[in-house]
């Protein structure tokens, strides 16, 4: 996931985005310049040794962005069930299984993290 914050580039005066990812940062990789096209940044990444405790907060971190996404999306679908929209491959009873299948194992995910 890539987190870009806007600054403005003191040479050209204009705004740029840089890349600014906390979990990045956490595992001690920074980004150098503004983000091109390719999504990487302009001079490439600046790397260093961190204490492990931040490897281990960063996988954390990480953890809990992919279960809150996965949590999102399982009530997004829930909704849609709700509302009587069903993927066209289901019926509405199978699609309100699926659904609760993705809320379960995203509680799981969510109780596995200690939330």
């Avoid at 999102?72 to 929209?85: P, S």
Wanted: charged share 30%; proline share 7%.
């Amino acid at each position: 996931m890539a987190e870009v914050r806007t600054i403005t580039d003191p040479f050209t005066g204009k705004p740029v985005e840089i890349l600014d990812g906390l979990v990045t940062r956490l595992r001690g990789r920074y980004a150098v310049g503004p983000t091109l096209p390719s999504g990487e940044p302009e001079f490439g990444w600046r790397e260093f040794d961190v204490p492990p405790i931040q490897k281990i907060a960063a996988d954390k971190i990480e953890a809990f962005q992919n279960a809150l996404k996965s949590a999102e999306g399982a009530l997004e679908q829930a909704q849609d069930c709700i509302n009587g929209e069903t993927p066209e491959d289901m019926s509405h009873e199978e699609a309100r299984e699926h659904t609760v299948s993705r809320i379960r194992e995203a509680l799981r995910l969510l109780a596995a993290l200690g939330v």
